[in-house]
Structures are given as structure tokens and as C-alpha cells.
């Protein structure tokens, strides 16, 4: 706690895609530690409302500022930072959704890549001190178009950080979180409020999960550690099998899975894995202070 203190207290701080699962609680998180500004970029108008909403409601004096904005648009990313000169980076802003990224890829492109690059160049011009790039576990051995874009992202930031520039980029990896928008816990919850059936895609498939509130916390304690040029990855445990959890959920919710709602194999979608990794063979991992964060 002492650590992520001393990198955010009293400092301007931007988070992107503030409004999205990540980035909410990236914000709600970082009013524990006072920073100075809080810029919250959001492309919806929706989010950027319900954040606006939620931070109004806590008695602070942090100064806050929410802004409807593209991180795709320079020029406005430019402008954004020319009038509040940024410290800290928090970049959560992207397209996530595996099998829509694989119908779109180039709203995915123009996104996760040109809006990571365009953040990174303007960072360096108002020489931000930490750039902190939120990754994921698909970047690892991608094989649709979310995990390839996000492992671009992760190279992007990690080229800009050379001794002769003052910002500080690193990346964050880590898995599924619990609850986020569109992840299979809410999706089974309405499935089983409606009478089944629970459709998984594959009874193989596995997945890393964590709550939305530690990752987040484990964001900010990796941007404290982080010296520039690092891959963070988060511990996330054992991966556990989609159609365990669509088991659980229906015996949690007083039903027999099979006997009142049926489980129904629907066959892989586009761009999907059946089984997610954090780190390749040839990557080694170091411990770091933290024993839920390590880096490659």
C-alpha cells in the first residue's frame, strides 16, 4: 500500500476506457490514494456518466475530470493532455470481445494497436512519468484477433521505453475477471433465471478468473514496482473448467444441473482457446515483492 501511495499521491492521473469493468474500479481504486486530478476518458457516453456519478458521491478533494473523448483521435488525446499534463497513464481503454473483435478486426486494429500508440507518443511529448498498458492472457500465443492486437499493444508500449525518454511504459497481463461486461458468470445467471439452458461452447474449456477489485489492485501495485520495460503478470491461480462453473451456478441457484436445466454444448466460437496461458515455455518468470505479481 506504502508503494502505490508514493506513485499516485498528489499526482494527475489518466485512466482510459474509465467507464469499463477495469476501468471503474481503476478509478474507485485510486480515490484511496489521493491523487491530485483524476482524468477519466471514456468513448461512452453511458459509462462516462455512471463514473462521473459514482465519484461525485464520494466526499473528496480530489479534482476530477471526465472526458468524452476517442483515443483513436490524436489531435483530441493532444489536446486532452496539453491542458491537464498527465503523471501517470492507466490505459484500460480497448475492444475485448473475441468473437465480435473477429467480425470487426479492424475496429480491434484501430483501437487496441493505433489507440495504444497514440496514447504512447503523446505521453512521451508531456513527459509522462508511468505509462501502465492493462494486457491480457490472449496476448499469449494469440490466435484471434483480441489476443494478436493486444500482444501488438504490449510491443508498441514496451518499444518506447529507452533510456533517453522519461516515461516509464510497462504492461499488465492477467486473465478473465469475475462479472466483468459480457463474461460467462452474468450471461449463466440469465440463462438460468430464464429456465436454461446454459450453453458453453466446449466442456474442455478452461479459464483464469479473478475479481474485478484485486486485479485492480494488483494494476496499481505492479505500475508502483515497475521501473519501465516490464511485463507484469498477475497470479491467477488454477484454471478452472466453464462448465464447473455453469454447475456450480445452477446448484448455487437451487436447481440440478441436467434434471431441471440442461447444460448445452454449442461448439467453439470465432478466435476462441480452449485453454488460456499467462506466459509462453520460454518466458521466466521472476518473483517481485508482491507474491501475486510476477514479471517477465
Not at 477489485?213 to 491461480?237: H, K, N
Request: with cysteine; glycine share 6%.
Amino acid at each position: 500500500i506504502d508503494s502505490i501511495n508514493e506513485t499516485f499521491k498528489g499526482k494527475r492521473v489518466v485512466v482510459t476506457g474509465a467507464g469499463g469493468s477495469i476501468g471503474y474500479e481503476l478509478v474507485k481504486q485510486c480515490l484511496n490514494f489521493s491523487p491530485s486530478l483524476l482524468i477519466m476518458i471514456d468513448i461512452s457516453e453511458l459509462n462516462l456518466f455512471e463514473i462521473d456519478r459514482h465519484v461525485k458521491q464520494n466526499a473528496s478533494e480530489i479534482l476530477f475530470k471526465p472526458i468524452l473523448c476517442d483515443i483513436r483521435d490524436l489531435s483530441i488525446v493532444q489536446n486532452v493532455f496539453e491542458e491537464y499534463k498527465p503523471q501517470v497513464v492507466l490505459h484500460a481503454a480497448a475492444y475485448k470481445h473475441v468473437p465480435i473483435q473477429e467480425i470487426f478486426p479492424w475496429e480491434a486494429i484501430k483501437t487496441n494497436i493505433f489507440g495504444t500508440y497514440n496514447l504512447s507518443v503523446v505521453s512521451i511529448q508531456h513527459n509522462v512519468e508511468k505509462f501502465v498498458l492493462v494486457s491480457t492472457d490472449k496476448a499469449v500465443r494469440p490466435t484471434n484477433v483480441m489476443g494478436a492486437t493486444k500482444r501488438i499493444a504490449e510491443m508498441v508500449a514496451l518499444y518506447f521505453d529507452r533510456d533517453e525518454i522519461v516515461t516509464d511504459f510497462m504492461a499488465v497481463r492477467f486473465g478473465n475477471v469475475l462479472g466483468s461486461s459480457g463474461s460467462v458468470i452474468p450471461v449463466f445467471q440469465d440463462q438460468i433465471k430464464k429456465g436454461g439452458p446454459l450453453t458453453i461452447t466446449d466442456p474442455e474449456m478452461e479459464r483464469f478468473f479473478m475479481s474485478i477489485p484485486e486485479a485492480s489492485q494488483l494494476i496499481l501495485q505492479a505500475a508502483s514496482y515497475g521501473r519501465g520495460g516490464e511485463v507484469f503478470i498477475l497470479d491467477m491461480g488454477s484454471p478452472i473448467r466453464i462448465i464447473d462453473i455453469a454447475n456450480q451456478l445452477i446448484r448455487l441457484s437451487g436447481f440440478e444441473p441436467d434434471k431441471d436445466i440442461e447444460i448445452e454444448v454449442t461448439g467453439p466460437r470465432p478466435g476462441e482457446k480452449k485453454i488460456e496461458e499467462l506466459s509462453l515455455p520460454t518466458e521466466n518468470l521472476d518473483k517481485t515483492k508482491h507474491d501475486k505479481i510476477f514479471v517477465l
